[in-house]
């Protein structure tokens, strides 16, 4: 079974409106980390945010924020106030467990703003 | 250093050469990630290390790819005998002691074999 699934595998949203990017994920580990990474065409993968299993909070960084859903297993991506520069590949990932873990990605959702 | 240095960032190589990809992590970072992605999807991991422990290499697709930190800093991902499946970015992530946030991913080397 996937640990990370994104159903979208392409989003098209007008600049300064927001979108939402969706992740549900799949661990029976009570600790887990949940993260967003940005990946443009140039293929650094940039860190966005990050969620963590045991925070009351909905985690935000500027124009990012995280849905984070935990009975639904549900961690989604919003971005608020869309930018051209925002056009990239979007990836959702889990660690399992504490400490330094490998990361686990989904596949991927294609994110392009339109002017 | 600054951030985490991989080289080359581009190789070509002939079907059946062995190649070598060189990660440089963040000064002090205990952990070290190497991942294959493939056009157009996610990154898939392959192994992982410890310092110079290499914890967890079950994603190594197979015999011919081998990995090493003797040092517990630099990482070489060796990759014999080529193939054309191998064809990918070859990422590398290197994270500090608690990981808190902290995957911070080099810029990837392309690898293509012809």
């Known amino acids: 079974a996937q640990k990370i699934t994104q159903t979208q595998p392409g989003m098209f949203v007008q600049e300064k409106e927001a979108v939402t990017l969706d992740c549900t994920y799949d661990?029976?580990?009570?600790?887990?980390?949940l993260f967003w990474y940005k990946q443009p065409s140039s293929g650094e993968m940039i860190f966005l945010i990050y969620?963590?299993?045991?925070?009351?909070q909905n985690a935000t960084e500027g124009r990012y924020s995280l849905n984070f859903q935990k009975a639904r297993k549900s961690a989604n991506l919003v971005i608020s106030a869309s930018q051209l520069g925002d056009s990239a590949m979007y990836f959702c990932?889990?660690?399992?467990?504490?400490?330094?873990?490998?990361?686990?990605f989904g596949k991927g959702t294609r994110l392009s703003v339109i002017a | 250093g600054a951030g985490v240095s991989q080289s080359p960032r581009y190789k070509v190589a002939k079907r059946g050469q062995d190649v070598a990809l060189r990660c440089d992590p963040i000064s002090g970072h205990v952990s070290l990630f190497w991942y294959q992605q493939a056009l157009g999807q996610g990154p898939e991991f392959l192994t992982y290390?410890?310092?110079?422990?290499?914890?967890?290499k079950s994603g190594l697709p197979s015999d011919r790819f081998f990995a090493e930190r003797p040092e517990g800093s630099v990482s070489t991902l060796k990759i014999q005998r080529t193939q054309q499946e191998d064809s990918a970015v070859y990422l590398c992530?290197?994270?500090?002691?608690?990981?808190?946030?902290?995957?911070?991913f080099g810029s990837g080397t392309r690898l293509t074999v012809v």
């Open positions: 969620q963590g299993s045991y925070d009351q």
């Open positions: 290390f410890q310092n110079e422990a290499q914890l967890d």
């Open positions: 992530a290197s994270s500090g002691d608690r990981g808190l946030h902290g995957y911070t």
């Open positions: 661990t029976s580990d009570p600790s887990y980390g």
């Open positions: 990932a889990m660690r399992e467990g504490i400490g330094n873990t490998p990361l686990v």
